[in-house]
């Protein structure tokens, strides 16, 4: 056995452990966003549309998460608007979520249509890595104990006739 890498390994296990728990001390897929810090404005949204029951039920989910990074490419105030209107924003964080654990391996040579819980299709392709719609998948299956999360670089926004009031 190596020890190097194992001592390696245990000096970066903190986030490690933050980024990709195991099966044994998985968290759930908000507790998972919460602890990983780069979700805040998720987390927010999640709260303000009344999700994180759903969220923290048994699932399985898969949740394609923006990061904050992704949320800060939006226009000006669109958050905030959001946030108000906790309809659409429920409808839209629904477009991130698709019932049960799709792993990244799953997709992997496939293009497919897959309906999420908004009710809306969204367009997986994972010919050339993986993206979901315009997304790309920057960070795949971090497993969580009701699901798995794949990162993506751009919030997903559902065809503009299924978010009504939007202009």
């Not at 890498?5 to 986030?15: C, D, E, K, L």
């Not at 992704?70 to 629904?94: D, M, Q, R, Y």
């Amino acid at each position: 056995m190596n020890f190097g890498i194992r001592s390696a390994i245990a000096s970066v296990g903190m986030v490690t452990a933050l980024l990709t728990p195991t099966f044994a001390r998985a968290a759930d897929i908000v507790d998972t966003a919460v602890a990983a810090g780069s979700f805040n404005t998720l987390v927010t949204a999640i709260k303000a549309a009344g999700l994180v029951g759903t969220l923290k039920s048994k699932g399985p989910y898969t949740v394609f998460a923006p990061n904050d990074i992704a949320f800060a490419k939006l226009p000006p105030g669109t958050v905030e608007s959001l946030l108000k209107n906790k309809a659409k924003l429920a409808t839209i964080l629904k477009y991130h979520v698709v019932p049960g654990r799709v792993k990244a391996a799953d997709i992997a040579g496939k293009s497919l249509k897959v309906k999420t819980a908004a009710g809306l299709p969204v367009n997986v392709d994972g010919t050339m890595g993986v993206k979901v719609n315009n997304a790309n998948v920057i960070q795949p299956d971090i497993e969580t104990s009701n699901g798995v999360i794949h990162v993506i670089d751009t919030v997903l926004l559902p065809p503009a006739r299924a978010r009504k009031g939007h202009h």
